[in-house]
């Protein structure tokens, strides 16, 4: 998962392959309520892991029900009937599908609680369920604005018939005799919860809910319904106004339980499919294979592949699979435009928001008031995006209109601000596929992991783009000159994968010296062979050959001196350059050494050539070795700098020099901190062209300080 603050999207070719998604995050969370509510353990299967079901999971613990986690499947012993634990403080994040259900089953379970989340949760409204609580005698008082979370559950009505005694002993009785009444038009999750905690108190009588107004989503009371049906509870339905709950339900846990893949995240890749060409999916086919989720799904989600086929996208099926390729070009390619009634795939839509601006006309999507209420005002966050993409965009209080830019030319690169709104991170990262050619910034990539923790490894691991257009950033320079620091730190702070060329030489005469092998001419072919298969991978800080971690081994200052003697030999040299490039991968690359951007990468997007005294260089070097325990002298160490710059400067092959086009950045009187943010700034003038420091002219030395 990127914890990165940003991710920087190159433009992306084409798409094909398979992809495998996690579990359905409607279906998780109330499979997780569900099984605390019932009689015995269930095995929950395929379980989505992300913020949401943490949470959940979490709050259940706190309840009193035994958690057991192993893998992707979790067993939850209920309550069967016992008393929550209380008094607790149960901290719901950002997670409407825990707070609004939970509200419900403890105000009916008995005892003292306080719901809280994060503030944008503070700012979704629950005033409709809370109301409907109250009506049965529930006492839940507010802690902050009135209609709003955070909330108290105090000591609820707990005795709802006259054959099951009171939870709380003196407390009255549920009024049940009349419906209970509750809003459909501002979420469905309202209704949900009611639905899922009034079993708890369904003794000799049914029990009626009514539902004022048009009932929003109906699709999630459909899966809500039909996981009911699985833990013993029979809802007899009319319309979608007046919903029956039988005489003497009682929740009994399946035994086990699947969680389908889930259908929302499903319409990320399904829109990939109908806007990216490509090949290289299972035996070279075309398009996207989307596994674990088929066209029967229970979720109303799945009927976005009706509005992808509406827009042009060729989709077919099975019972655990989907395939999506782009239509043919006049008859599914460009997309259509498409008007749509959206009530039915609220969450889903947002994508077609994004699909708009590969059709040709005007999109109109309808019926979205709830989106307003989200994680965010998704209607705002997506009309903002929509423009900066260089979309006309019309929006309303339950609608947006959508027309694309209407040249090639008329697109924009962006920096699209997430809201920390994952479904608005997902759905602009298809803006990467634009046919301008264009970069895409998505801000707070992280907040994917609501509902699909790897998102962005999935998209690269089915994107297709040339490898010579992978965006490279070059740090080249002297020994102790700070460039792996720099690049290392550019790396974490992009997202991008990272080359310590260095490194790769430090780790050949290591292994070469193991080897009991001479670094020199005679031995130069042996060492080559050595070079081309050495195993070598950057996790966070570490440098790893194999399973074997060598950060250390290859950090003395022998092996530095003997790396230096190994890049000498063209041989070794010639074998590591194929190494060096497979590091370029998705969604981009941070390289440093000593011929990044002459020789390995010469024509990286952006090359940087670091540089210091030679004095300042020798006292950083002291101060590295002296930390770690070694003596040290600082005029040994600028003896040795002095002559480890001669020799790479001189070598005949590849000898240490800046690129043309490098920029020269002498960092002897800055912090790392500055030269990071001097050259995030760079790369960010590079990629959007928004000037944020002085200097960027190449060959430009800039000034310390």
Same mark, same amino acid.
């Given at each position: 998962?990127?914890?990165?603050?940003?991710?920087?999207?190159?433009?992306?070719?084409?798409?094909?392959?398979?992809?495998?998604?996690?579990?359905?995050?409607?279906?998780?969370?109330?499979?997780?309520?569900?099984?605390?509510?019932?009689?015995?353990?269930?095995?929950?299967?395929?379980?989505?892991?992300?913020?949401?079901?943490?949470?959940?999971?979490?709050?259940?613990?706190?309840?009193?029900?035994?958690?057991?986690?192993?893998?992707?499947?979790?067993?939850?012993?209920?309550?069967?009937?016992?008393?929550?634990?209380?008094?607790?403080?149960?901290?719901?994040?950002?997670?409407?599908?825990?707070?609004?259900?939970?509200?419900?089953?403890?105000?009916?379970?008995?005892?003292?609680?306080?719901?809280?989340?994060?503030?944008?949760?503070?700012?979704?409204?629950?005033?409709?369920?809370?109301?409907?609580?109250?009506?049965?005698?529930?006492?839940?008082?507010?802690?902050?604005?009135?209609?709003?979370?955070?909330?108290?559950?105090?000591?609820?009505?707990?005795?709802?018939?006259?054959?099951?005694?009171?939870?709380?002993?003196?407390?009255?009785?549920?009024?049940?005799?009349?419906?209970?009444?509750?809003?459909?038009?501002?979420?469905?999750?309202?209704?949900?919860?009611?639905?899922?905690?009034?079993?708890?108190?369904?003794?000799?009588?049914?029990?009626?809910?009514?539902?004022?107004?048009?009932?929003?989503?109906?699709?999630?009371?459909?899966?809500?319904?039909?996981?009911?049906?699985?833990?013993?509870?029979?809802?007899?339905?009319?319309?979608?106004?007046?919903?029956?709950?039988?005489?003497?339900?009682?929740?009994?846990?399946?035994?086990?339980?699947?969680?389908?893949?889930?259908?929302?995240?499903?319409?990320?890749?399904?829109?990939?499919?109908?806007?990216?060409?490509?090949?290289?999916?299972?035996?070279?086919?075309?398009?996207?294979?989307?596994?674990?989720?088929?066209?029967?799904?229970?979720?109303?989600?799945?009927?976005?592949?009706?509005?992808?086929?509406?827009?042009?996208?060729?989709?077919?099926?099975?019972?655990?699979?989907?395939?999506?390729?782009?239509?043919?070009?006049?008859?599914?390619?460009?997309?259509?435009?498409?008007?749509?009634?959206?009530?039915?795939?609220?969450?889903?839509?947002?994508?077609?928001?994004?699909?708009?601006?590969?059709?040709?006309?005007?999109?109109?999507?309808?019926?979205?008031?709830?989106?307003?209420?989200?994680?965010?005002?998704?209607?705002?966050?997506?009309?903002?995006?929509?423009?900066?993409?260089?979309?006309?965009?019309?929006?309303?209080?339950?609608?947006?209109?959508?027309?694309?830019?209407?040249?090639?030319?008329?697109?924009?690169?962006?920096?699209?601000?997430?809201?920390?709104?994952?479904?608005?991170?997902?759905?602009?990262?298809?803006?990467?596929?634009?046919?301008?050619?264009?970069?895409?910034?998505?801000?707070?990539?992280?907040?994917?992991?609501?509902?699909?923790?790897?998102?962005?490894?999935?998209?690269?691991?089915?994107?297709?783009?040339?490898?010579?257009?992978?965006?490279?950033?070059?740090?080249?320079?002297?020994?102790?000159? !700070?460039?792996?620091?720099?690049? *290392? =730190? $550019? #790396? /974490?702070? +992009?997202?991008? &994968? %990272?080359?310590?060329?260095?490194? @790769?030489?430090?780790?050949?005469?290591?292994?070469?010296?193991?080897?009991?092998?001479?670094?020199?001419? !005679?031995?130069?072919?042996?060492? *080559? =062979? $050595? #070079? /081309?298969? +050495?195993?070598? &991978? %950057?996790?966070?800080?570490?440098? @790893?050959?194999?399973?074997?971690?060598?950060?250390?081994?290859?950090?003395?200052?022998?092996?530095?001196?003997?790396?230096?003697?190994?890049? *000498?030999?063209? #041989?070794?040299?010639?074998?590591?350059?194929?190494?060096?490039?497979?590091?370029?991968?998705?969604?981009?690359?941070?390289?440093?050494?000593?011929?990044?951007?002459?020789?390995?990468?010469?024509?990286?997007?952006?090359?940087?050539?670091?540089?210091?005294?030679?004095?300042?260089?020798?006292?950083?070097?002291?101060?590295?070795?002296?930390?770690?325990?070694?003596?040290?002298?600082?005029?040994?160490?600028?003896?040795?700098?002095?002559?480890?710059?001669?020799?790479?400067?001189?070598?005949?092959?590849?000898?240490?020099?800046?690129?043309?086009?490098?920029?020269?950045?002498?960092?002897?009187?800055?912090?790392?901190?500055?030269?990071?943010?001097?050259?995030?700034?760079?790369?960010?003038?590079?990629?959007?062209?928004?000037?944020?420091?002085?200097?960027?002219?190449?060959?430009?030395?800039?000034?310390?300080?």
């Amino acid at each position: 998962m990127y914890s990165t603050a940003f991710i920087d999207l190159p433009a992306l070719d084409a798409a094909a392959g398979e992809v495998r998604l996690p579990g359905s995050k409607s279906i998780s969370n109330r499979v997780l309520l569900l099984a605390a509510l019932s009689n015995g353990t269930t095995t929950v299967h395929q379980l989505l892991a992300s913020d949401d079901t943490r949470v959940m999971l979490d709050a259940l613990r706190q309840i009193g029900c035994a958690v057991d986690e192993a893998g992707s499947s979790v067993h939850i012993t209920g309550l069967g009937g016992r008393a929550p634990r209380a008094p607790a403080k149960l901290f719901l994040g950002n997670a409407g599908t825990a707070m609004r259900p939970l509200t419900a089953a403890l105000a009916l379970l008995g005892g003292e609680f306080e719901l809280s989340g994060v503030a944008r949760m503070h700012q979704r409204p629950i005033g409709d369920l809370v109301d409907a609580l109250r009506q049965l005698g529930c006492r839940i008082d507010y802690l902050g604005n009135d209609g709003y979370p955070p909330l108290r559950i105090a000591h609820a009505a707990c005795a709802p018939a006259p054959d099951v005694p009171a939870l709380v002993p003196g407390v009255p009785p549920l009024a049940l005799a009349e419906p209970i009444r509750v809003r459909g038009d501002v979420s469905s999750q309202f209704l949900t919860a009611l639905l899922m905690a009034l079993p708890l108190a369904a003794g000799r009588q049914s029990i009626v809910i009514e539902v004022l107004g048009e009932l929003i989503s109906k699709p999630y009371i459909a899966i809500t319904l039909e996981l009911l049906a699985r833990f013993g509870i029979v809802v007899e339905r009319q319309g979608w106004q007046r919903f029956t709950i039988a005489a003497g339900s009682r929740y009994q846990s399946p035994g086990s339980i699947h969680v389908e893949a889930d259908a929302s995240s499903a319409s990320y890749f399904i829109a990939l499919g109908a806007i990216a060409s490509g090949a290289g999916g299972p035996n070279g086919a075309q398009g996207i294979r989307i596994a674990g989720l088929g066209l029967d799904s229970i979720q109303g989600d799945i009927r976005f592949v009706e509005a992808a086929r509406a827009m042009g996208a060729v989709v077919t099926g099975g019972p655990h699979w989907l395939h999506v390729q782009r239509g043919a070009p006049g008859q599914g390619w460009p997309l259509k435009a498409i008007d749509i009634d959206c009530n039915h795939i609220p969450d889903a839509a947002m994508t077609l928001a994004v699909m708009a601006l590969y059709a040709q006309g005007s999109s109109r999507l309808r019926n979205i008031a709830s989106w307003r209420v989200k994680e965010t005002d998704r209607i705002a966050a997506m009309a903002a995006g929509l423009r900066q993409l260089g979309a006309s965009v019309e929006e309303g209080a339950d609608f947006i209109r959508i027309t694309p830019p209407p040249r090639t030319e008329d697109w924009k690169a962006a920096s699209i601000d997430t809201h920390d709104d994952h479904r608005v991170a997902m759905c602009f990262a298809l803006a990467a596929f634009n046919p301008a050619g264009l970069p895409i910034r998505i801000q707070d990539p992280k907040c994917v992991a609501k509902t699909f923790p790897d998102y962005f490894e999935a998209l690269f691991s089915v994107a297709q783009l040339a490898a010579e257009r992978i965006p490279v950033i070059c740090i080249d320079g002297p020994t102790a000159s !700070g460039k792996g620091t720099l690049a *290392a =730190a $550019l #790396a /974490r702070q +992009l997202g991008y &994968r %990272f080359l310590d060329s260095g490194a @790769l030489y430090r780790i050949t005469a290591l292994v070469a010296l193991r080897s009991g092998l001479r670094i020199d001419a !005679g031995h130069e072919e042996r060492i *080559a =062979a $050595l #070079a /081309r298969t +050495l195993p070598v &991978r %950057f996790e966070s800080d570490r440098v @790893l050959l194999g399973s074997d971690d060598l950060t250390e081994a290859i950090r003395s200052e022998e092996v530095g001196m003997n790396a230096s003697r190994v890049s *000498a030999l063209p #041989a070794v040299r010639a074998a590591l350059v194929a190494l060096q490039h497979s590091f370029r991968r998705l969604p981009g690359l941070v390289a440093d050494g000593r011929d990044m951007g002459t020789v390995i990468f010469p024509a990286a997007a952006l090359k940087v050539y670091l540089t210091a005294s030679l004095a300042c260089r020798a006292e950083r070097r002291y101060k590295q070795l002296i930390s770690k325990g070694f003596s040290a002298n600082i005029a040994d160490l600028c003896a040795d700098l002095q002559e480890r710059d001669a020799r790479d400067g001189t070598r005949s092959v590849a000898p240490l020099k800046p690129a043309q086009d490098a920029l020269l950045l002498d960092n002897s009187c800055q912090t790392m901190d500055q030269t990071v943010a001097l050259v995030l700034a760079w790369w960010q003038e590079k990629q959007f062209g928004a000037v944020s420091a002085p200097g960027r002219q190449p060959g430009a030395v800039t000034a310390p300080g």
